[in-house]
């Protein structure tokens, strides 16, 4: 399928060129099947909402494989989870093996993936949730930088993930405590 229509259609434009950039493709699939809790394996923006309290194995991961790769490896994958903290932002300088981003509550992109923390208060959905009411949800992204290509791989890894968290956000109705950017802002000088 192509780019734009890849994790349930969160990628805006900037998004969309970022991955067709560090993947070379045009074309992309996802993981099918069902998880755990016998939900379909492609990305839902509803289920990852509904699953933010829940553990690992039930939350809507949007796993993106190339359509030419035979590997059986994703390219990447990307998640979202509720969180009661976030790393702090003082102990978040870039250094030579991470970028930290000036978005979100915490945001940075290191050799293995990136992530961006957003204000977004949410409650359990259940009394056995996996985590209980919190005041930030984490979006994560699993992907190695040296299987990518492209001149800012950094940025491009966290456009997507910006785009996929501004339609949790949206749908999750915590856009305006999220306060996500419409576009990755430079990397402030430290």
Excluded: W
């Excluded at 509904?50 to 790769?69: E, P």
């Excluded at 856009?175 to 950017?181: D, G, Q, R, V």
């Amino acid at each position: 399928m192509a780019a734009n229509k890849i994790c349930d259609g969160t990628l805006d434009a900037s998004a969309t060129a970022a991955l067709r950039r560090i993947s070379g493709a045009e074309r992309f699939e996802e993981l099918t099947g069902t998880n755990d809790a016998g939900e379909p394996n492609t990305f839902s923006v509803n289920r990852a909402v509904k699953h933010l309290h829940d553990n690992y194995s039930v939350q809507s991961a949007c796993r993106v494989y190339k359509t030419d790769d035979d590997s059986g490896h994703s390219f990447l994958e990307i998640r979202f989870s509720a969180e009661e903290s976030h790393p702090s932002n003082s102990a978040g300088e870039s250094g030579d093996d991470r970028v930290v981003y000036p978005m979100g509550v915490f945001a940075q992109v290191g050799g293995k993936g990136a992530d961006l923390y957003f204000n977004c208060p949410t409650k359990a959905t259940t009394d056995d949730a996996f985590t209980g009411d919190t005041e930030f949800v984490k979006t994560e992204m699993f992907a190695v930088a040296a299987d990518m290509q492209g001149k800012d791989v950094n940025k491009d890894r966290m456009a997507i993930l910006n785009s996929m968290a501004r339609a949790v956000a949206e749908a999750a109705g915590c856009a305006s405590e999220a306060a996500l950017p419409s576009q990755v802002p430079e990397v402030e000088a430290g």
